[in-house]
């Protein structure tokens, strides 16, 4: 199975701050074949289900504030924030669909300062 | 809006069975791949099974192959995940998931999940 890992895992952020968190997969997510990389991201807000941030390493879901973005390739990815604000606290995973079974990462926690 | 909506946790034993639903409204459930993920109380979630449209095609985590079956029910708007051999492990919440486009392509709407505690 293809290991995700995440860094930090856990994140103090102040409102107004832009905030980043690393994802690292074990090996490559870049389909050879047809030139995607299967790489996404979710958060998941207090007892909420998880939401579809990024998909396709940098696409942001429908309805995705654009303050979000993704960005990486090969095995190393950034979810990126330019100005967190109150209501972007949760629990943030990357999650790879290369190969089944799709394997999450173990999430980096983000709370206000 | 799109809205799934899980059904049939509850408490059950080691080694006993269950079957959950998820009943999907405000898209074209036969044209989208589903998926199953759980997440154990405190942890991040796990990827279980997924469905293709038409369900021709099933995958599955390492962890439930063989003991899980996932299927579908294009006339009835509705999934399932038939649970088997239950372990103290399987204790989780377990959400359905829809696939973000026509065919497998991972997941973008999830419901608001059932859970599912194995304990003797």
């Known amino acids: 199975d293809i290991v995700m890992t995440q860094t930090p895992l856990s994140l103090p952020v102040t409102p107004g701050e832009p905030a980043s968190i690393s994802c690292r997969s074990s090996?490559?997510?870049?389909?050879?074949?047809?030139?995607?990389?299967?790489l996404d991201w979710y958060l998941q807000k207090p007892g909420q289900s998880p939401q579809l941030l990024i998909h396709?390493?940098?696409a942001r879901a429908s309805g995705v504030p654009d303050r979000f973005s993704g960005s990486g390739s090969g095995t190393n990815f950034t979810l990126r924030i330019s100005r967190v604000e109150a209501e972007d606290v949760g629990i943030y995973y990357c999650m790879q669909r290369l190969k089944f079974p799709f394997t999450f990462g173990p999430g980096t926690k983000v709370d206000i300062k | 809006q799109v809205q799934l909506v899980e059904s049939g946790g509850g408490v059950v034993q080691p080694g006993k069975s269950l079957r959950l639903s998820c009943a999907a409204s405000?898209?074209?459930?036969?044209?989208?791949?589903m998926h199953w993920v759980r997440q154990a109380p405190g942890k991040g979630p796990e990827w279980l099974a997924v469905?293709?449209?038409?369900?021709?095609?099933?995958y599955y985590a390492d962890s439930v192959v063989g003991r899980f079956t996932i299927s579908r029910d294009n006339s009835r708007n509705t999934q399932y995940l038939q649970m088997n051999s239950l372990r103290l492990e399987d204790t989780a919440v377990y959400y359905c998931?829809?696939?973000?486009?026509?065919?497998?392509?991972?997941?973008?709407?999830w419901g608001q999940g059932t859970t599912v505690t194995v304990s003797s």
């Open positions: 090996q490559t997510l870049l389909d050879a074949e047809d030139g995607n990389t299967y």
């Open positions: 405000g898209f074209t459930f036969s044209n989208y791949g």
């Open positions: 396709t390493f940098s």
């Open positions: 469905i293709s449209y038409d369900g021709s095609n099933e």
């Open positions: 998931a829809k696939d973000r486009r026509p065919g497998i392509h991972g997941m973008d709407v």
